[in-house]
């Protein structure tokens, strides 16, 4: 069964509006959550996370809100830009265990 | 230069012969893994490495193998390989930061 959920594969937005990624998880053992950006023919790079003691965190136009009490994690862009078009993977870890990755969303933000 | 890589970019092997994927950190992180990333599974984990010849089996370990006789090196070897196993395939470290570095990806093509 899959520890990690993103639930849609693709989402669309307009430049200029703000873009929300979600993500589930099912492991309360998780204390640490994270997003990755992925361009074609790249490795995953690291864009944000946020530790279970938090609820959110700001990176610039980049949010990260969790709820644990709903083992939701959500991830906002704004305002969303054509070069924030990307496959986006949320990420969970817990002590010194891997990385569990969800299946990923493909944003693509429309000039 | 510093970072992590991966070794060949691009591989194109038949059914039934052995391959082997390098891949170097700089960095001398303790932990390494690596994931192969198919459409609609996101990244898998295939194996890890908590330090120097300490491995373990992820999710996805039937017919490969690794070694980490270096903490700098993590090859992974395809023993025989099946046209399954045709993939994108990620190396990734971990040091004392939570979030994981990847390297730029195999595409690996087994015909």
């Known amino acids: 069964d899959q520890q990690v959920k993103q639930n849609s594969p693709s989402l669309s937005v307009q430049e200029g509006r703000i873009s929300i990624l979600n993500c589930d998880y099912t492991n309360s053992m998780f204390d640490y959550f994270l997003w990755y950006k992925k361009y074609p023919a790249e490795g995953p790079t690291f864009l944000i996370s946020i530790s279970s003691i938090k609820d959110k965190n700001e990176d610039g136009r980049f949010t990260v809100f969790l709820n644990k009490s709903a083992k939701h994690l959500s991830l906002h862009i704004v305002p969303s830009q054509p070069g924030d078009s990307a496959v986006y993977f949320c990420a969970e870890r817990g002590g010194n265990t891997p990385l569990v990755f969800g299946k990923g969303t493909r944003l693509s933000v429309i000039a | 230069d510093a970072g992590i890589t991966q070794s060949p970019r691009y591989k194109i092997t038949e059914t039934g012969r052995q391959v082997t994927l390098m891949c170097h950190q700089t960095w001398s992180h303790s932990y390494m893994f690596w994931y192969r990333q198919d459409l609609g599974h996101g990244l898998r984990l295939i194996y890890y490495s908590a330090a120097a010849d300490i491995t373990d089996k992820g999710e996805v370990p039937d017919g490969y193998v690794v070694s980490r006789s270096k903490t700098e090196n993590f090859p992974l070897t395809l023993e025989s390989a099946t046209r399954s196993q045709t993939s994108v395939y990620f190396c990734?470290?971990?040091?004392?930061?939570?979030?994981?570095?990847f390297g730029q990806g195999t595409r690996l093509t087994v015909v």
């Open positions: 990734a470290s971990i040091g004392g930061k939570t979030e994981a570095f």
